[in-house]
């Protein structure tokens, strides 16, 4: 073993060897390079040269000498330490900070929850026999969080779930008893403009304006669905404004309403849509001056589908006799969804003929339509009632047809109607109290989004895309009347 005298001795015989060979490479190239005469300018740079070669060398040599030392072993011990005990406390199950939340995923149901946990199916069974937790845990929404307070003994002590934005349920099991305590929670609900340009995507820069999945579909499928075709009229600059109520809970943003009131600028006109409940009716969407937005018939009852023969005379395709087309006919994919072109009642399903296996809705007021060559039908019955768009059947080739398609008729009266160029009858308009009530309602709207617009669309012929909220109100959850449908 080598004691700490060896070693310095051995440091101070290297450093005196560096620095001789130091001394002389130095007094070599000073000698070479140097005269013994009268020194010239040159001369005089060399010697400068080589001082600050020696400085430096003296300078890095000890720290060279220094680094490469043989670094002497040090004498180690080991110590076993020993984990501190769990507190008995929680052994015992005494409530500690023992809380795991799980965020439910697409399709997870609450026993594979329980499964994943380690809790028993008998406690699962123990907790859904409580009314409340049973109906909002047994229809679990992805997103949805539940929490679980679990003890090291793996026993689960309790459970809780938010019944809706402003109250918290707590579920505990005592023995064989759950106990409930349902605690109220401080929300506030604001009034905003959401607002934004289509740019490159409409469904992109509405979710960065704000809009739920749900407030898009409205836009898109309820509010402006007949006036706009929003596959090939929009265009970059094209605008919307959308009015919603959000519900915060401890500055966390929790529930967004159906939209309110909407405004599409598209190519310079004005499309608007303010949402309103008639006496004992459901919730629609009516234009600024109470005309429902929602016609009473659409067009086409059938989506992505090609127009393949029209209305009137023509050879027909299986009989091969002239013979009058009393509709028109659509071609898809056999299972392509067919949708009830109007609110109506079910007057006929099932198999009629060469139609095949048909549908035939009536509408009231003497209107009709008809759906034929169905794979199969939707989930109706003759007599129920349907509302628009709902899918009554499935594109087929039933009955005489060479191949899948729809064949639509729309009659009036009895008597057989062009349903591309019929004239539809219009819808019911607002009138005399509910009028007054809604205009009141639309002037609210329509001031917030136009004090939104006049800030963030000053100049409209600005390349920026703005995508956030303007806050017009703000009141405390309790004060909503706005009934959500």
Do not use: C
């Not at 009015?243 to 309403?257: A, C, D, F, H, K």
């Amino acid at each position: 073993m080598h004691s700490h005298g060896d070693g310095d001795r051995r440091k101070q015989r290297f450093q005196e060897r560096l620095e001789v060979l130091r001394d002389t490479t130095l007094h070599q190239q000073m000698k070479r390079h140097l005269p013994a005469g009268r020194w010239t300018r040159r001369h005089w740079i060399h010697a400068s040269l080589f001082t600050t070669i020696g400085i430096l060398v003296a300078t890095i040599v000890p720290g060279f000498s220094n680094a490469i030392q043989v670094p002497m072993s040090e004498p180690r011990a080991t110590l076993t330490l020993q984990l501190p005990e769990l507190p008995s406390g929680e052994l015992a199950g005494i409530e500690g900070d023992s809380w795991q939340m799980v965020k439910v995923k697409p399709g997870q149901t609450l026993g594979a929850i329980f499964q994943e946990l380690g809790i028993s199916a008998t406690t699962m069974h123990l907790i859904l026999k409580n009314a409340d937790a049973k109906a909002a845990l047994t229809r679990l929404k992805p997103g949805a969080e539940i929490g679980f307070d679990l003890p090291v003994t793996g026993t689960l002590r309790t459970l809780r779930y938010d019944r809706d934005p402003a109250h918290r349920v707590e579920l505990s099991l005592v023995g064989d008893t759950v106990k409930e305590k349902v605690i109220a929670r401080e929300t506030a609900t604001r009034t905003v403009v959401l607002s934004g340009k289509v740019g490159r995507s409409l469904n992109r820069s509405a979710r960065n304006a704000g809009l739920t999945a749900s407030n898009i579909r409205s836009l898109t499928d309820d509010i402006f669905k007949y006036d706009i075709d929003f596959n090939s009229d929009l265009s970059a600059n094209d605008r919307f404004s959308v009015v919603v109520e959000q519900t915060w809970r401890e500055g966390e943003l929790v529930e967004t309403s159906p939209v309110l009131a909407a405004t599409f600028t598209v190519k310079g006109k004005l499309h608007s849509g303010f949402r309103y409940a008639r006496t004992g009716a459901k919730p629609e969407y009516f234009t600024a001056e109470g005309r429902p937005l929602k016609k009473s018939f659409i067009r086409m009852p059938i989506q992505y589908a090609r127009l393949s023969s029209k209305f009137g005379a023509r050879r027909h395709p299986v009989l091969g006799t002239m013979r009058m087309h009393k509709g028109v006919d659509y071609a898809a994919p056999t299972g392509t969804p067919i949708m009830a072109a109007g609110d109506a009642r079910v007057q006929f399903a099932g198999w009629q003929g060469g139609y095949g296996r048909t549908v035939v809705l009536d509408h009231g007021r003497g209107h009709t339509t008809l759906y034929g060559h169905m794979s199969r039908l939707g989930n109706i019955k003759q007599g129920q009632r349907v509302a628009q768009g709902t899918v009554i059947g499935y594109v087929g080739t039933t009955g005489l047809s060479t191949g899948p398609h729809l064949h639509y008729e729309f009659r009036v009266n009895g008597v057989h109607r062009n349903p591309l160029s019929v004239t539809m009858p219009p819808p019911e308009p607002l009138s005399g109290a509910q009028l007054a009530s809604f205009r009141t309602q639309t002037a609210n709207a329509l001031a917030r989004i136009r004090t939104v617009e006049n800030i963030i669309y000053a100049d409209v012929g600005a390349g920026t895309s703005p995508s956030r909220t303007a806050v017009a109100a703000s009141k405390p959850a309790a004060a909503r009347k706005q009934k959500k449908g």
